[in-house]
């Protein structure tokens, strides 16, 4: 019997869990029907012979679980047969002002192969109103839950060579549920795709693991769609779990997508992501309330890319693997802001043979990249990034003499000199030697300065310019050039650069990676002098997305110390994490600065009075940062904008007993920053004091 099946879930005799069991034609029978379909009306339900054609009803013309006779007159004017060898077209023709779709149940998962679901052919898309390809034009089309409604899936795709083109889909999610396995996400790309309650004891997994590699989808391309946020652009009153949820699939393409607001990650594999293409997103504000890394990779990943995407204001990493099996190439893109929750590296690698490469990382409470030392993680090459303001070094390669859960996501500091052939075994990349100057300072000759140093024997040594000033790890700013280390480890390169120039390097060796960062030497002037260096301050990228050039505009005044009339704290009642009115109003002032001075950032630190444990105190502290912060967002201010600091109970306003001293205590304080380096003034308050 030639064919290839795929079970669904639901029951047969045998006790085993499956749902209807679609069968692809054996050889000789005829390909099923496939048909141009206009989606007429954005009501959901039963599938009735009625006035217009619903999303529903469109997904099962297409899987061959409803045919156009079934339909009403009305209906079957939008439904025209295609000639045989295309895939089946939705589109979209429904009323003015009805163009969001709100689900009431799961739809029918999607078993039609070469099917597009095309949202960019309902009147009003304008594909014009957008300047950059990482942030596509608003959808016309929604696709969210009905009010007061659980959806856990927007679209569930189990087929070869489906597109999803031009949709916004928001507000899926579950509640209490076992969902380790299958989470619940806006499209769920997967064959044989688990239910929604699936934990990972369930025997529908056991099934599921037999399943045989050519039985996942291939070529799915999901573009040019919002996940997590309706057209409008305003945060929903409902996010969803996760954005693309990638179970069991190979070759998936997720491009061109402004993917954001999502509960947990944008984008997460399972079971099986070979050839996953992540490219041209905007990956924004991620994480809020569970699994905190914008696009966290496990399972099997060969030959994955994640190139140019914008990866901006997520809670945890941008960029997590987690033991993945094969290896990803990540080139070209912008992450910034992130560890606005979790102080996390801002890219986290596991495993070995990942090629990182031309990004710019930025902007990080952590590291820019950790190399994880367990399990063994080698030949990592990281090489010609940029980055820029990291709580830590450039690239941290952890070793497991330092095994906390910190150590491994944040890093642990420079490594000493590899001393043991041990540590190859210990240490992430091998425990290359980072490079080390022979001086901390070299003085310029006629035109040009001589740097020496040494390296692993024939390692290539890249330079870089360091463009903040102190650390002596500061962040590798801007590559310099290549230089090789000789057989007895030594390395030497000619540079034209000015006095008072910092530089650092690492070493790449093939066989074991790229390694960490020398500590800083400094370039001084031929007569030995440092000449004072001017400090301005640098340009802060945005993940807003790009505006059309502004009209000339007159040069502004001299800058002067800007004096904030606005209140830097808020109250809690006790064990209480919610907004109060009166700090609401607070809030809204709050709100109203940070939006009238974009320049401004600001810290939400959490705090709690002392009466409960250390880890419970710190919980409670930050659910009250987060619930600050969620008002805040719902007020428009950027998430890049804003960074959680839970302290608990180490911090408390006064050291006295009692209603009126605990209640100063239970608070959120907000700790600005002018990024153009000017002074701030700012006013407490307790007009929103909660006493017991």
Known sequence: MNQRWWIGWGTVALGMPVVGLAIAPAVGQSAPATYSLRVTSPLDGPVTPDAGLTLREAIELAN?????????PAEQAVVQPLPPGQGSRIGFDLPPGQTTIALTDLLPEIVAPELLIDGTTQAGYDAAATYDPKFPAAPAVSLTVAEGGEVARGLTIAADGVTVRGLSIYGFRTRDRATQTTPPSDIFISALAPPVDASPRSPALGLFRLDQAEAAPHGVVIEQNWLGLPPDGTFPAVPSAFGVSVFNAVDTVVRHNRIQNHDGSAIITGFRANGLQVSENAIIGNGLAGMPDAIRLEGAIAASAITDNLICANDGSGIYLFKPEGSTQISGNAIQYNGRRFERAAVYLMGSDHQLTDNFIGYQPGPGVAVTAYPLSHRNQIRGNRYAELDGLSIDLNTQGNTGVQDFQKGDGPNPPRNSYHRRQETGNAAINAPQFDAYRFTSGPGEVTLTGTADSGSEVDLYRLAEPGFPYSPLSEPLGTVTAGPEG???????????????????????????PAAAATVLAADGTLPEQPTTPAERPSCAPPQPPPAPVEPPPPLEPLRLEIPRNIHFALDRSNISPESADVLDQIAAALLEYPFLTVELRGHTDPRASNAYNLALSERRALAARDYLIRKGVPMERMRIVPLGETQRRSQGSGPLPYARDRRVEFVFTDVRGLDIIFQDQEGDLQLE
């Open 490 to 516: 030594t390395f030497s390169a000619s540079l034209d650069l000015p006095p008072g120039t910092r530089v650092s390097a690492i070493a790449t060796d093939p066989e074991w990676g790229t390694s960490e």
């Open 64 to 72: 061959g679980t409803l045919t156009p006779a079934e339909l009403s």
